[in-house]
């Protein structure tokens, strides 16, 4: 069973930092590409980053572009968001997905339970 | 960037009804688009992939339907467990996007 367990979110100042984690289990890591996806209160999906299976290919929306950077350890089933420079407007559940290819592109398969990041003074 | 605009953002409807939420893009995307589930305080679910396949696991009451710019997720028969918000997304090329949502609410 795919299991996807975020943790590392919490609450803290605008222009601060903090680093999101997700661990996985269930299928072969290395495999698959993994993304975060954000849920601001009472809003709509938001994609914010993708990390290719072997962490060479990243891929950003523009809201987080430059303040945000998607990495992942193979060797530890493990997926990170380092978020930097943050603001308000980052508040929000952050989701860690996993992709299934389907005719060379990858849709959320999988989703975890997602960790909430409050940024407010 | 690839708009969804999906349609309508809620409708009430009753256990029963044949629901149908739509989905169109801004450019034309193949078959590339996905379709989520989700109740209150919990993930989204995937449901439909590639636009009409059924994830594994979900009621044949749901299908998709479209190619190119215009997508629909219909619903056969409205049960209760199926009340919360539905989303499409592309996943054409980046960045993703999704739609609005759509929050089927009980009549």
């Known amino acids: 069973e795919v299991q996807l367990l975020e943790s590392g979110g919490g609450l803290l100042q605008p222009g601060g930092s903090l680093r999101l984690s997700c661990r996985a289990s269930?299928?072969?890591?290395?495999?698959?590409?993994m993304s975060w996806v954000r849920q601001a209160p009472g809003k709509g999906l938001e994609w914010a980053s993708t990390?290719?299976?072997?962490?060479?290919?990243?891929y950003y929306a523009d809201s987080v572009k430059g303040r945000f950077t998607i990495s992942r350890d193979n060797s530890k089933n493990t997926l990170f968001l380092q978020m930097n420079s943050l603001r308000a407007e980052d508040t929000a559940l952050y989701y860690c997905?996993?992709?299934?290819?389907?005719?060379?592109?990858?849709?959320?398969?999988?989703w975890g339970q997602g960790t909430l990041v409050s940024v407010s003074s | 960037d690839i708009q969804m605009t999906q349609s309508p953002s809620s409708l009430s409807a009753s256990v029963g009804d044949r629901v149908t939420i739509t989905c169109r893009a801004s450019?034309?995307?193949?078959?590339?688009v996905a379709w989520f589930q989700q109740k209150p305080g919990k993930a989204p679910k995937s449901l439909i992939y590639?636009?009409?396949s059924l994830q594994s696991g979900v009621p044949t009451k749901f299908s998709g339907s479209g190619s190119g710019t215009d997508f629909t997720l219909t619903i056969s028969s409205l049960q209760p467990e199926d009340f919360a918000t539905y989303y499409c997304?592309?996943?054409?090329?980046?960045?993703?996007?999704f739609g609005g949502g759509t929050k089927v609410e009980i009549k």
């Open positions: 450019q034309g995307i193949s078959n590339y």
């Open positions: 590639a636009a009409s």
């Open positions: 997304q592309q996943y054409e090329s980046y960045p993703l996007t």
């Open positions: 269930g299928f072969t890591f290395s495999d698959y590409a």
């Open positions: 997905a996993r992709s299934t290819l389907v005719s060379g592109r990858g849709y959320f398969h999988h």
């Open positions: 990390i290719g299976n072997s962490g060479v290919d990243t």
